[in-house]
């Protein structure tokens, strides 16, 4: 009897210590995984930054004119945003105490001051000509302040690769504390562990998400006149890691936007990093060209001198659309999954060059005039690459019938494309793949 007395006063103290641990463990847990989120958060907004730096940059450099009250309203806002974020980043910066970061975030402010004051200022103020030796100044000024921007971001990283590691050493600490625990006090020891290394998986798994969240960056469109535009991004895998699939519409004036759709090779976060590159790469150099063949062909020079891996590449689709003309001229470099229908009838809109990072070839510009109503649909090689069980590929032919029979309005007609890609591959689709859609009003003359 006193043994049994003794033996069950072991257990519940064994039960006891063990959901102990386990409470201290998921408290540091959820303290640590806060850390880490916040940090991932302030890496996102240094990628903001630099996107305003871009806007920056290509409002002060107007080779030789006047600055515009458009180039000024432009330069207000990008730098309001560019400070903004640069606050809320200099707060996590000193939270975490990140000296090398804290440091960087200091000189990169004296830049900044220097930009703003003996450049910016005095250039809107009509006070500075914008000559050659101005652009340069706003150049190298720039480069500084991106490299500044590299070393806070490669700061950030450093310190949520240790909250990481810190991560793991907890989870794998808990798990040897619950194996012990096994070892120790036999069956309900063994049940009472197994549930708590399934909430730790489950854990696990919130932190990897979150992780995969925080870093892909989120393709998005802005709102275009005389356009109407839907667009869809569905994984292959809800808790794999990201791919490369990307679009972005971006507005470079009044009339003009820049349309783009790309496909980077691999998997995972260095793909979705890649992602990141190609959007906003691709963004800064259609501030400066408009003509998408050159965009192209400066593009898979600066992919080839920036990329370090030989065996990544990209397909994409480079358009500038004037919105008020209802005109596109555009260029593919190997993206064939860009078509343009009117009424039913779907035509497929050529390559006119090859893919990014493999030749360095001269790219094609062509042209497409819409028609009042006419859509261009743009997609990843999730469209034409679909297979059915059999293994069979969707291709393009049938791809066109899809798109023929879609609905018209560009958010149905991109739900309605992915919903058939999901029902041929049996329910569960097994390759990422981006959507976008876009119908054009074309203003009577």
């Known amino acids: 009897m006193a043994g049994t007395v003794a033996s069950t006063l072991f257990i519940a103290v ?12 998921r408290t540091r847990l959820a ?3 806060a850390r880490e989120h916040t940090v991932t958060a302030a890496a996102m907004l240094m990628s903001r930054v630099a996107l305003s730096r871009v806007d920056i940059v290509g409002a002060l450099q107007i080779e030789g004119r006047k600055p515009t009250a ?3 309203k432009t330069f207000q806002r990008a730098d309001a945003l560019r400070h903004r974020e640069l606050k809320k980043v200099e707060r996590v910066v000193t939270a975490e105490h990140l000296r090398d970061a804290a440091a ?6 004296g830049v900044d001051r220097v930009l703003r004051k003996e450049i910016a200022g005095p250039m809107f103020a009509g006070k500075l000509a914008a000559t050659d030796e101005i652009e340069e100044s706003i150049r190298v000024l720039s480069e500084v302040e991106g490299n500044y921007e590299r070393s806070v971001t490669i700061d950030l990283a450093r310190r949520e690769d240790a909250l990481d590691a810190e991560v793991r050493a907890t989870i794998d600490s808990a798990i040897y504390l619950r194996s012990i625990w096994l ?3 036999g069956v309900l020891a063994l049940g009472v562990n197994l549930y708590s290394a399934r909430l730790y998986r489950q854990l696990a798994d919130e932190r990897t998400v979150t992780k995969i969240l925080q870093r892909a960056f989120i393709s998005s469109h802005v709102p275009l006149p005389n356009c109407e535009i839907g667009s869809a991004y569905k994984s292959a895998d809800a808790h794999a890691a990201v791919g490369g699939d990307l679009f972005d519409v971006y507005r470079l004036s009044n009339e003009l936007a820049l349309l783009l759709i790309a496909d980077v090779s691999g998997k995972g976060v260095d793909a979705a990093v890649i992602t990141a590159f190609v959007k906003f790469t691709v963004r ?3 501030l400066r060209r408009r003509d998408p063949a050159q965009i192209l062909s400066e593009f898979n020079v600066a992919f080839g001198q ?8 990209v397909s994409m689709f480079v358009g500038i659309l004037d919105t008020t003309k209802g005109e596109l001229t555009y260029a593919s470099a190997g993206h064939d999954s860009a078509f343009v229908r009117h009424g039913h009838d779907v035509r497929q809109l050529s390559v006119t060059g090859p893919v990014i990072g493999v030749l360095l070839e001269p790219y094609e510009t062509k042209s497409a005039i819409f028609d009042d109503g006419d859509s261009l649909v743009l997609a990843t090689d999730g469209l034409t690459e679909a297979r059915n069980p059999a293994g069979d590929l969707l291709g393009e032919e049938a791809a066109m019938g899809i798109i023929a029979e879609a609905p018209t309005e560009p958010q149905q007609l991109a739900d309605y494309i992915v919903e058939r890609i999901r029902e041929r591959c049996g329910g569960r689709l097994r390759d990422d793949v981006a959507i976008l859609a876009l119908r054009m009003h074309v203003p009577d003359a």
């Open 14 to 25: 064994a039960i006891f210590f063990s959901l102990r641990v386990a409470t201290v463990t």
């Open 31 to 33: 303290i640590l995984l």
């Open 70 to 72: 458009a180039a000024q």
């Open 104 to 109: 960087a975030l200091n000189l990169y402010g």
């Open 183 to 185: 070892l120790g006090f």
């Open 284 to 286: 800064g150099i259609a």
């Open 306 to 313: 920036t990329v370090e891996n030989p065996y990544l590449f």
